[in-house]
């Protein structure tokens, strides 16, 4: 007996859920004009629910209201496909977030195409070249600090209104399959047919290119600000003044559009040794008499580094984190190394005046 009320119950629940589910006064309740300017109104709804109650009400109008409810859902679908349009295209009452953002992007990739080679040019030291060289980054920085500003805007009351448009288009391409027997969506899943109805209208499938061009600067700009973090809040092993040279080179990387360093103990390790090996044995070079300690590779094994070290720079004759980061931006082969875009680790080693810093890849 048990068993027999159980499995009635499964078949009551499924009836008293769909009673709960809203639905338009049908016109046997109410004036049908009434009705058909509500149910306009909700087809025309950003709201879910307010659509799906609309669907169901027409539905349950039965087979002498389906031509009239066809002409509904086409009169919806060129609703929503031009309040796309205007979203698009942006108004003074409701701008398009990322209309600004692309034009500056725009104008920040063309430089950067320009100034990166120029970055990356045996300059011989030229010194007139070496400023014709900050100069560029200073203009990159103004560039740069523009693209950020548009990319920190709210998007979410746009981003919302034009996927409620968009899930729409896809409800009502759906609905129409029921009028249409050899339909090509019928076939496809609505993973494919939303990809689909994003495909067809040219103002949508442009925008999602400028939200994934948007989505990479705050990313971009994301990366800078956790490995910004991770070398601040990094342990006793990494000083100040190596902090404080890792912030000065991750951001002239991100002006570039390069990924971000951070700080690791061991690279830094093997840095500081070399420049203390400097400091009290005399000499200044990238190989080092000490046995085992002969080749930048040789110390980043020894102090066990686990990644692939890359590149090393050296410097000597000041403490100051900025002196030596612009020494090595004024000599080609160092500023080459601070600018390769494969490492995305940074070990600096600071003893006196002496400076180490090595690059690598985890």
Known sequence: MLEIIARSASLILPVKALLLLPVLLLPAYGNQAAFLRKAE???????????????????????????????????????HEGAIDKLCSGSRNQPNPYAD????????????ERVIPLIRTDW??????????????????????????????????????????????????????RFDDDADSKELSDDELRSLVLEDHLEAAHLRKLQRRFQRTRDAIDAHNAAEKANAEAPRWASAPMKDFATTLNHERLILGLGPFRLEEKLSDAAKGHSKDMASLGFFAHESPVPGKKTPWDRARKAGFQGNASGENIYMGSTDPQAAYHAWFASDG????????????????????????MTGKQ
């Open 101 to 112: 953002h692309d034009l500056a992007a725009d104008e920040l990739e063309s430089e950067r």
């Open 41 to 79: 109104q909700w087809m025309a709804s950003t709201e879910a629910s307010k659509r799906q109650a609309a669907y169901r009400s027409w539905l349950q109008m039965g087979p002498d209201a389906m031509p009239k409810y066809e002409e509904a859902l086409e009169d919806s679908r060129d609703f």
């Open 124 to 177: 011989k030291k030229d010194s007139k070249k070496i400023a014709m060289l900050r100069n560029e980054m200073e203009d990159l920085e103004s560039l740069f600090e523009k693209v950020a500003k548009t990319a920190g805007v709210e998007t979410g009351t746009f981003d919302r209104a034009v996927d409620g448009h968009l899930e729409a288009l896809f409800e009502v391409r759906r609905e129409l399959e």
């Open 334 to 357: 160092h500023r080459f190394i601070m600018m390769a875009s494969g490492p995305n680790v940074l070990g600096v080693g600071i003893s006196g005046k002496h400076w180490t810093m």
